[in-house]
């Protein structure tokens, strides 16, 4: 891992319908990460917000199945050429989100610098709908989906056309929440999914010690995206979607921890804090402390 990290914020809130999410990125830079980040040595630059374009008017009259399309779709792009810059100068991309819609550009950008990239999507989520399977057209429902090639062009062609992602280089930690689209698809294509269930009965460190390994050999770079509705609600409480019975803040501490230790994510976002939800910015300061051990960060 480099020691230089570029942070970018994506105050995105037009991938789903509970407003509040926009100021995620806000809520975690006033909870301390660029500070946090500097204490382990490492040299931060923040390069500040992507613009986001305007809620569309009647959105869901215009195109019910891709909520708000044209205006996530320029985002991401936006967001592409950023991390391809970013990667392209030597540093680690580190994304504040901003609803999870944003991994679409995330993705993109970072695809462009690996031949295999491996990805980490630490979730309630499958986030593997299509405009097909959607019940809700909410596009933070489809950003891995996209990223793997499956729906609307406009989408999937984000920084050139074709998947930016493999279904073989995928490991989803965390669901307990799938639609039945998204069940179908990850049978199909035998996409590696550990669910609560999964967690409970091995434990979070065999599961990561399996998803390290899975991941290790056959990819030449990883992706963590992070979702912080992937905790259970008590507590990341300020998330547009929980999920009850989620993962444990001392187990997601475990598992970034093992992450650092095996020195495999070149890349990483942190998504779906929502402040106007929150509990006295509770859920941003997790976000934070999971950075801290994602990066290093030791009692002794």
């Known amino acids: ?162 998947p930016k992602i493999k279904p073989e280089n995928v490991v989803i930690i965390g669901a307990r929440s799938l639609d039945e689209g998204e069940r179908e698809l990850i049978k199909k294509h035998g996409i590696k999914v550990y669910t609560m269930h999964e967690i409970d009965r091995l434990g979070m460190t065999a599961v990561m010690e399996d998803a390290i390994r899975y991941l290790k050999d056959k990819t030449d770079g990883v992706h963590l995206s992070l979702d912080l509705d992937g905790l259970d609600p008590l507590d990341a409480p300020g998330v547009g979607t929980p999920v009850i019975g989620g993962i444990s803040y001392r187990e997601s501490h475990l598992a970034m921890e093992m992450l650092a230790e095996a020195g495999i994510i070149t890349s990483a976002e942190f998504v779906e804090v929502n402040p106007i939800l929150d509990e006295r910015n509770k859920t941003a300061t997790v976000a934070v402390a999971l950075m801290g051990s994602l990066f290093g960060e030791k009692l002794l």
């Open 1 to 162: 891992m480099t020691t230089k990290i570029s942070i970018i914020g994506v105050p995105m809130d037009l991938g789903q319908t509970r407003r509040g999410v926009d100021m995620g990125p806000s809520a975690i830079r006033y909870a301390g990460a660029a500070e946090l980040l500097e204490r382990l040595d490492f040299t931060i630059e923040d390069l500040g917000d992507i613009q986001i374009g305007k809620r569309e008017r009647n959105s869901e009259e215009l195109n019910h199945k891709l909520k708000n399309l044209k205006a996530v779709a320029e985002a991401s792009e936006q967001l592409a050429a950023k991390i391809d810059h970013v990667i392209a100068d030597g540093s680690f991309p580190l994304v504040f989100g901003g609803d999870h819609s944003i991994a679409i550009g995330t993705l993109a950008g970072v695809a462009k610098h690996y031949q295999n990239l491996g990805v980490i999507w630490y979730d309630a989520h499958g986030d593997l709908n299509t405009e097909e399977t959607s019940p809700s057209g909410n596009i933070h429902g489809m950003p891995l989906a996209v990223s793997l090639g499956w729906g609307d062009k406009t989408l999937t062609e984000i920084a050139g056309a074709g």
